[in-house]
């Protein structure tokens, strides 16, 4: 895009900004509250306006993307208020890089998802169509949100539409699985509600950026009660994040799903990371005074044994979407563990990480589906156990003779792959590779990236001699063994699924579902080969996080639009008015109170 083509863009975006926010969240709820109204029989409209939906949607977060990301600009905010009152009384939604790139990926693993369902998923059950708009509805909503209740509204509506998909397919272990996934995401719900209250009654407050400036003036004697506040509503997205051993539910339910609706399922982990990495940058930061890098350890730490369970859960493993599951909680391991450092070059590679792992899991939960069919003679569900040893081996493992022959006694050396077999060999081969983090694509990159922050935190050229911690030199060989175990475990799945011999024919493989899981691995290719540039955005995203103060000045000092010319005698109006200015006015002199002093005191 040429430089005069890129400034018209820009200023076609900016002047549908901020009212462009809304749409990642309305698109959605208008499109589910229309296919609500059709008769169910009217599976191909409904999809027909699902998948236009959301590439609109799409398009809007990309819109979005671009308009964040402006050259020349380290911080590039975008506020809008809803209800028209100031920050810290009203509802808030606040746009930057990091929302903005969890946007892109939402809308293009859900674009993906429901191009696969259009195929068959779609007709296994009812409400397929609404369920899945409400879900992005719910997680473009966490996103964009900045303030923590509403991110609680915006967390149940995305659970209970999730609750609905999980059930989609029918099927008993989908219902055992199922209520497992009801019951912890209660709990995690009373947490969240339980740890929000106990910050309200400390802060008086509930806007993140309110908070941010509220924390570091806290008395020191309501200090402990601050930081219990904070641990329980830690666990709450620490549950959805699949930390250990918060996270037995979630292979469980995951494997149960459909398909799909495990592609869309790998992002709700990352939501609880998300959260994490945008409250406690906000929260606990550097600015936070005595609560600084409050609770830092804690996610080292958890972090470090959720990679550990992760990868020796998927090295057990003998079902491919088990094996999804486990590649899930092993990636938001290691978020996580890298998050706790607090440190701008880790936090950038970790969020160039972030998209290329969830990319490479929702494909492999879509392989699954092909996969196991092909296997189980188009039966989706049927049992795993009945053709789960290679035919050519003992219960040894070793090679029987005569056994990896055709017909004719010959070998089976040098034959032609039918098309689809080899389709998704490749697919599961590179999905390996991103998952493992083996060179040449994304995942290398990302993990690559973390390595290079750890050995030297400052940056390459500017302190060579560095001395990494204990706890950086476990992550670092964290790093390297869990992607060996990935590799181990994905390699012997791979072998047992395309390196053998099977008595079945070719796969059946229609081109909606093909399509998506090339889309997924192309955009891991793509972040690959355009790593220099992402990894810009991602350096300048994780700059902006650990120094808040634009995303802080940016939501504070938002103010409400003025209103229509009140005619004489409007009373009403006129005292409405006057009451959100005298507000506005109130929480600024409040904000300015508590600001510190050139001294370093508060006043």
Not at 136 to 143: D, Y
Not at 442 to 468: C, D, E, I, Y
Not at 555 to 561: I, N, T
Request: aromatic share 8%; glycine share 10%; charged share 10%.
């Amino acid at each position: 895009m040429n430089a005069a083509l890129q400034a018209q863009w820009s200023q076609a975006v900016a002047a549908l900004m901020p009212h462009l926010m809304l749409a990642p969240i309305m698109l959605p709820l208008l499109t589910a509250a229309l296919m609500l109204l059709l008769r169910e029989e009217r599976q191909r409209l409904k999809l027909g306006m699902n998948l236009v939906s959301t590439l609109i949607g799409l398009g809007v977060s990309l819109a979005l993307l671009f308009w964040t990301h402006q050259s020349g600009k380290p911080v590039t905010m975008g506020v809008y208020l809803p209800g028209n009152w100031p920050a810290p009384f009203g509802i808030v939604l606040a746009l930057d890089r990091l929302s903005a790139l969890m946007l892109v990926l939402t809308s293009a693993i859900a674009a993906c998802a429901i191009v696969f369902a259009a195929a068959r998923w779609h007709r296994a059950g009812v409400h397929f169509h609404p369920l899945f708009q409400f879900q992005l509805m719910g997680l473009a909503g966490a996103f964009l949100t900045a303030d923590l209740f509403n991110l609680f509204v915006f967390f149940e509506i995305m659970l209970a539409a999730s609750y609905g998909l999980l059930l989609h397919g029918s099927g008993r272990v989908r219902v055992q699985a199922g209520l497992h996934y009801i019951a912890i995401n209660l709990a995690a719900s009373s947490l969240f509600l339980i740890g929000v209250s106990m910050l309200y009654g400390i802060t008086g407050t509930l806007n993140m950026a309110d908070l941010a400036q509220t924390i570091p003036h806290v008395a020191d004697a309501d200090r402990g009660l601050l930081h219990t506040a904070a641990g329980i509503l830690a666990t709450a997205f620490l549950i959805k994040a699949a930390v250990w051993p918060l996270n037995f539910w979630l292979v469980p339910a995951y494997s149960a799903a459909s398909a799909p609706a495990g592609a869309l399922f790998a992002l709700m982990t990352k939501v609880g990371v998300y959260t994490i990495l945008r409250l406690w940058t906000l929260m606990f930061g550097q600015e936070a005074g005595p609560s600084a890098h409050f609770g830092s350890l804690w996610l080292i730490g958890g972090g470090l044994i959720t990679m550990a369970f992760g990868a020796i859960g998927m090295l057990g493993s003998q079902r491919i979407a088990t094996l999804a599951g486990y590649a899930a909680i092993l990636s938001s391991g290691t978020l996580l563990a890298a998050s706790g450092f607090g440190q701008n070059l880790l936090t950038a590679g970790l969020l160039y990480y972030l998209p290329s792992s969830t990319l490479a899991v929702s494909a492999l939960f879509l392989l699954t589906d092909l996969i196991d069919r092909w296997r189980n003679d188009g039966s989706t569900l049927a049992p795993h156990e009945l053709d789960d040893d290679a035919p050519f081996l003992t219960p040894e493992l070793v090679p029987t003779e005569r056994l990896n022959l055709d017909e004719q006694e010959m070998v089976l050396v040098g034959r032609v792959i039918p098309a689809a077999a080899a389709f998704l060999g490749l697919a599961f081969l590179l999905c390996t590779l991103v998952i493992a983090g083996l060179p040449p694509l994304s995942g290398f990159v990302g993990k690559f990236a973390m390595l290079t922050a750890l050995l030297n935190p400052l940056g390459l050229g500017v302190s060579p001699g560095a001395q990494t911690a204990t706890v950086g030199w476990v992550l670092f060989a964290m790093l390297i063994a869990t992607g060996l175990l990935a590799l181990l475990a994905l390699t012997r799945t791979g072998m047992r699924h395309f390196w053998t011999t099977h008595d079945r024919p070719a796969p059946q493989l229609r081109v909606l579902e093909g399509v998506p899981i090339a889309v997924l691995l192309a955009g891991c290719i793509g972040l690959a080969l355009q790593a220099g540039p992402v990894m810009q955005f991602t350096q300048a995203t994780a700059n902006a996080l650990h120094a808040p103060r634009g995303y802080i000045d940016a939501v504070m000092s938002a103010r409400p639009l003025p209103g229509p010319a009140t005619p004489e005698g409007a009373g009403a109006g006129a005292s409405a008015r006057r009451a959100v200015d005298m507000a506005a006015s109130a929480a600024a002199e409040g904000a300015a109170a508590r600001m510190p002093t050139p001294g370093g005191t508060a006043p």
